[in-house]
């Protein structure tokens, strides 16, 4: 899966969801 074929508002769903989980995405590089 690449992130081209992810849909924005599902990126931006994950972002929260990973965010209150106190994770960025800097911790996923």
Avoid: F, K, N
Avoid at 8 to 27: F, S
């Amino acid at each position: 899966m690449t992130a081209a074929r992810v849909r924005p508002e599902v990126v931006e769903a994950a972002r929260m969801l990973l965010d209150q989980m106190g994770i960025t995405a800097e911790d996923l590089l």
